[in-house]
DNA sequence: ATGAAAGTTGAACCGGGTTTCAACTTGTGA
DNA sequence: TCACAAGTTGAAACCCGGTTCAACTTTCAT
């Protein structure tokens, strides 16, 4: 599970090789500790102890608690998108494209269910990690929604309805995550296809 | 904000008048405390002292902390379906059935916030109520898309199809609630109809 | 009227987890 | 080689809120 450094507190970037191991090493445990326990059940003991470090190491890079959980939820939702973008290039249509988000999305949550469960989570201990991450990755649909309308695939009721469809977009993507990723289990391609469907023709007749 | 008496721990039902009053008031109190700091900076008396009553009293209706607020996740699903449910009689088709329900979802949450946060965090706090919560809900939809279906209405793509949408449909609101309830304000029947439009139609074209 | 059941009270107990800190170790540049 | 900066250590201080309980008050059926 390789990862790039996140930005650890303020003032307390690691300026050694070996400082920055250490930061991996904390970040690799919080995020087993809290994907498995929840931020609440979860302890700083129970983070270091996972990294092998002493307790007061925490202390070097983090401020507190919620703060290792802030920079978890920076990093898991660079993660995510970083997983999806590749998976994107190059589809058939517009809302092709959509479909493939869709389908890497779940294969993304498939693998990494804790993921989930922190982004989730960071509604009520990083509220504003947690609106980020959702703004962003709307935004990103705009975009490609606007793109469509350019391209003349997709038909163009005003921005409200871009918004509106972006979020309606979003939620499916992140419903479908969870009842077919986390708690149960189907082929990523069919349920995406069968989603996709619905998108582009819609439920009528 | 009349409220029938949810049951509260095992063993612990009020079998007076006087009881029946003060667990109501305690829940009153236990919905505010939680919607407004969220399940971990809520104390116990917290919500006593909203509620008026002894730290005391609060054992005499419940087990412990998770115990309220898991009654309260009970609660509040019930009020989201029975807020919901007369708003949907007599649409004008099956599809149109589901324009009423988002705008009846959107109306609830924008007047109650508290509630939306509540059902959100009992993904962490009270598993079992969330996953009720979701799996009782996607199952009336897949109801109305199965008559949706029988009626000629709704293309038929299979029982998988039926649920992928059905989920699909719900997380749609689910955000939208997010989106244009409690984080921005819109007025529920243009976002609904925006949606529904795309339910409908598509994107396509 | 009366006593047993139901309900109320809040001080005190209790455990657990975060955060601090001063001593110690390791690495590096001059 | 030496000294200073960076990093590590874990015991203990500190804090806080959930839960218990025995004494007290209210209600109500007989």
Redesign the pocket.
Known sequence: MARTISPASKGKA??????????RKILDAALLEFGQRGFH??????I?SRA??????????F????AVFAALVRDMSRQVRDHVAPDIEGSLDEIDRERRALSSYLRFVFEHKEVYRIIDEAEFVDPAGFRTHYETAAARIVTRLEEAVAKGQMRDDGPLATEVRAWAIMGMNVFLGLRFGVWGRQDAELVAAHANAMLRKGLER
Chains 1, 2 share one sequence.
């Open positions: 690691p300026r050694t090789p070996r400082g920055e191991k250490t930061l059940d979860s302890s700083i003991v129970g270091t092998k470090v002493a307790l007061g190491t925490f202390y070097t890079y401020d507190s608690k919620e």
